[in-house]
Structures are given as C-alpha cells and as structure tokens.
C-alpha cells in the first residue's frame, strides 16, 4: 500500500471514530458496523482472478438491513424498486399505480427514462396512472376499482402491449386479490396484464422490489417466450437493467452492433413487452445493472439455457475490458470487430483525457449511489485522473460490497445505507472536490460549497455509457468542479463563513 492511501486510510478510520461518537453506545455499536476503510488484499500468485479483474481490496460492511426508524434513510421501498426501476421504463405498457394517488405522483416520471415512442398513443413511459384510493376503497375493497381502471384504459389507449398493477402498500393491507383481476380481464381483453406484489412496506429498501419485479416477469411475461416471433440468430444478446437513462442504453447498443452483435432485447429501458417475452431466445444475456436484474438472469439461465455476464460501460478502461470480455464468448470473428471498435474510438478517448485530465487530476470524489453506480463509476473518474475518496451503497448487499473490491483502492472509505448526519460529516471531513449521489443530497452538499452530480439520472445529462458518454461524462465533471461560482461564497465552517452567519 501506497504511503497516500495509507495516510488517507488512518485518517477516515478517525473520521468513523469521530462520527460514531456523537451516537448512543448501542446505535453507534449497530452503525459501526455499516462503516468501513477498504483494506488491501495480497492475492496469492495462483489466485484465481475474477470476471471483475483480481480483488484490491476487502469493502467488508453489513448490508441489506433496515434502516432505523427515525434516522434520516435515502433509501426508497420495494414499490419504487418495481415501478420507478424495474417496470416503469417498459415503453409500451400501462403501469396503474395501485392505490392512493401520492405514491404514483411522487414517481411520476423522474428517472428520464428516455424512449423512441408517441406518448399517450403507443408510449406510456412519462404518464402517470392511478387507481385514486379513497378511504371507502381501503373498508370495501379495491377489485373493482381496478376492474374499472383496466377498462378505461384500453378503451383511452387501445393501442397499449399491456399493463402491470404496481401496488401500494394499502393494497397489501387489505387483501386485495390482484392476481385474480389480473388473470380475468387479461383472457377478457387478449393482453398480458401483470399484478406486482410490490407494496412499499415489503423488505428493507427498493431491493426487494427489484427482485418481486423481477418474479413477476418469470411467472407471468417468460412463460410466452415460446410464442414469441423472433428468428434467433448466432450472435443474440439482451442488455439487460439498462435503464436508458439520458440515453445510456442507446449507447450501448451502439457498441455492441458496431461489434457485431444483434439486440434481440434492450429492458427495461426503451424496452417493449414483446422484446422481454422473447429474451429466452437470446445467446447471451449482458446485465449492466447486477443489483436489479441478476434474478431474471439466474433464473433464465437455469431454465432457458441463456447465460449471463456483467459488464460495465463507464469509462475507456471498463469499457474495453467489457467489449473484450463478451467477444470472447462469441469466438474470434466477433473479438477482431471489438478491437476494431477499441480502436476507432482511441482517438476520441485520447482527445477526452488530453483536454479534461489536466483540469481533473487529483481531484478527490466521493459517491453515494443506489444499483451498481458507487463501484461501476469509480474508474472513469480514475481515467481522468481523478480519486475516490469514499463510496457506498443506499441498499446493496454483501456480493455489491464483495464486487467494490475490484474498484475500491485501499483507504477508501466505505459506507452502506449511510445516514444524512453521517454523509454530511464525512463529506466536511475529507472535504472532497467532488460528491455524486441523489437528488436528495444535491442541495445539503452544495450549500456546504462542495461541487455536486446527480449520480441516478445524471444531472439532466447524459448519457454517461458508452465512448460519446465518456465525452459527456468528462464535461460534466469539469463543469461541475471548476465553476466559478464556488468562489463567490465561503462554507458554513470556514473562518469567512463563521464571520458572515455572525454578521445575520
């Protein structure tokens, strides 16, 4: 270990300490254990090295527990996991809220789920439709209300592939028999109508609403793979938990096709019912997303046959670790057009790092993500020449934490469903140039005069995947951290902030 990580290491150990102090003996004894420095790992010579490249280093924290009642939390619940991740960017497809109005409201939209469609005709990605709870629905009953709701729909958007039911924590409450409904008006109106189990109050975090979004595809979208019209070709493949954010996934498979392969699906981003029904013809499945869509991809690879493998578009380095990696499935006609495309784009990455590098290097980052962002991003900021101070995960678990461990170099700090006290003190400690996290924590950390990217739908940008990403990704960050702005005003705990709030 370097004297630099070694140095950074002890001195995040004592912010943990610091931190940690300010708590009650039996809440910091349980928190200690959601807060760690990455430690080196001295790998044998005949270590085996994973998908991921060899292990730096342990990120060993407790994970996917629930969060403590009271202490600000920025986790979301199981239904954000189905609607706002899972189902909600299937384009072609009316996802009804079920229940009160709040929880669709609060959904509407936010992700920038970015699809090719005419919304309201055949494209129903930015609308939000609701069921509309009202106190006599929660004595009564809501079967009906739902029945309702599937009529109006396909009487307003006849041309719909489908509908899902993504319920509301009352809806599990009450009993509410959506399966039922589901099953009679999908043999009434001939379309595949999805009940998803995904009440807010279900597990620790959205993660289980990733994973109940996940069952309700196999039970009641995969079993029609056989009908599918599809004529399965050598070199199939679906990216699969490409959201499409800002354009992520259009990226994507841009590359892809440039090396020869052929989308026989892109979900759940930009995604239509027909391509998930007919993801088991598929040669191989490519999950960008591990946390969300592992499930689906385990489970088609135990009855479909259909393997699977991660892989990581952000940043030059991962990106032509990637295009290696899934050439080498396919033989050597597809691994000479890979690194054709590796090196068609070399000139545009050189130019990317040559004008933005100078002004990065060095620059400190910390990241507090959901999904796989926290370890996926980490070394396209290091491509520019930047260093990852801290990150952590809003709801991974222990295999997200094991695979940080390819990313993370030693020192780093490492933090798992972090509080809000927590992240603002870590964040004044180590007083980083840059911090990527939500929406949420945009302001708090802005008004400290930290410069901020919003890590989970890229600050109104994008996209960030893919070579013309990296492009778009390097601009950000600059943008970001070398505005002048941040020289207009001192923070709360300098000695020119303390004169001017004494001054109010």
Known sequence: MSDSYENDGKAHEQYITEVLAQYPDKFAKRRRKHLAVAKAVEAAPDAPVGEEGPLLTECDVKSNIKSIPGVMTIRGCAYAGSKGVVWGPVKDMVHISHGPVGCGQYSWSQRRNYYVGTTGIDAFGTMQITSDFQEKDIVFGGDKKLDKVIDEIEAMFPLNGGISVQSECPIGLIGDDIEAVSRRKGKEIGKTIVPVRCEGFRGVSQSLGHHIANDAIRDWVLDKSAEAEWEAGPYDVNIVGDYNIGGDAWASRRLLEEMGLRICGNWSGDATLAEMERAPKAKLNLIHCYRSMNYICRHMEEKYGVPWMEYNFFGPSQIAASLRKIAKHFGPEIEAKAEEVIAKYKPLVDGIVEKYGPRLKGKKVMLYVGGLRPRHVMTAYEDLGMEIAGTGYEFAHNDDYQRTGHYAKPGTLIYDDVTGYELEKFVEKIRPDLVGSGIKEKYPVQKMG?????????????????????????????????????????????????????AE
């Open 450 to 502: 930290i410069p901020f990217r919003q890590m989970h739908s890229w600050d109104y940008s994008g996209p960030y995947h893919g070579y013309d990403g990296f492009a778009i990704f390097a601009r950000d960050m600059d943008l970001a951290i070398n505005n002048p702005v941040w020289d207009l005003f001192d923070a709360p705990w300098t000695d020119g902030g303390e004169l001017l709030a004494a």
